[in-house]
């Protein structure tokens, strides 16, 4: 079964503190997993997958396959982070992408 | 501005009517998907179209019906609105089936 796990629906910190939310997948085959952001009352946007290896606004994430995880991490949290994060998981059929239920984190001063 | 867009942004209904949402993209996309996110935020997929084809149909009430006119075109119809049909529905699209999804800003509708 594919599925995307995020255990934690809201993850308050203070500013300046590190970050981790955490995503757990469940797919046979090789996956791949994009986390992406929604800001208050916008639309989602991309904010990295596991292909690029990149690292945006200071976002990291990395594809453990052992622990089938993909948890996003930042070492110093801002308040402009402070938003709805949802792990997401490509299809078996390589076609739409499977969500977790996202979780919202708090950054507070 | 290239993007995706959504009409209207807001609506609001009483039951048993029947509505329509529209979604537009121009980012030369073939492939376009709508998305139901509940009051809860859960997101999930409802239909998807590659080239105006049907090639996502998830378990949605046969109240829902997509139509596609033109790649870049994907609208929702909803008929006899239910209360439990209050939602966000985002339109995404993507280069082709399983490439990064451009998401709409969503369209909150509200069934009283």
């Known amino acids: 079964a594919q599925r995307v796990t995020q255990p934690e629906k809201l993850l308050s910190v203070f500013k300046g503190a590190p970050v981790e939310l955490k995503c757990n997948y469940s797919?046979?085959?090789?996956?791949?997993l994009f986390w992406y952001v929604q800001y208050s009352r916008q639309r989602l946007q991309l904010l990295l997958r596991?292909?690029s290896r990149e690292s945006i606004k200071g976002f990291t994430a990395d594809l453990n396959k052992g622990e089938t995880s993909f948890h996003l991490k930042k070492p110093f949290a801002q308040e402009e982070d402070s938003a709805m994060y949802y792990c997401?998981?490509?299809?078996?059929?390589?076609?739409?992408?499977?969500f977790g239920k996202g979780t919202t984190l708090s950054v507070s001063s | 501005d290239t993007a995706v867009s959504q009409t209207p942004k807001y609506l609001v209904t009483q039951m048993g009517n029947d509505k329509s949402i529209k979604c537009e993209q121009n980012?030369?996309?073939?492939?376009m998907y709508w998305y139901k996110q509940d009051s809860k935020k859960f997101l999930k997929i409802m239909f998807s179209?590659?080239?105006?084809?049907?090639?996502i149909n998830e378990t949605v009430p046969n109240r829902f019906s997509p139509k596609s006119p033109d790649k870049a075109h994907l609208n929702l119809h909803i008929n006899s609105l239910e209360l439990g049909d209050s939602a966000v529905y985002f339109c995404?699209?993507?280069?082709?089936?399983?490439?990064?999804?451009?998401f709409g800003p969503g369209t909150r509708l509200t069934v009283t």
């Open positions: 995404a699209s993507s280069q082709g089936p399983g490439y990064e999804q451009y």
């Open positions: 797919y046979s085959g090789s996956p791949e």
């Open positions: 596991h292909i």
């Open positions: 997401a998981l490509k299809g078996q059929a390589g076609t739409a992408l499977i």
């Open positions: 980012l030369g996309h073939d492939t």
């Open positions: 179209y590659n080239n105006k084809e049907l090639i």
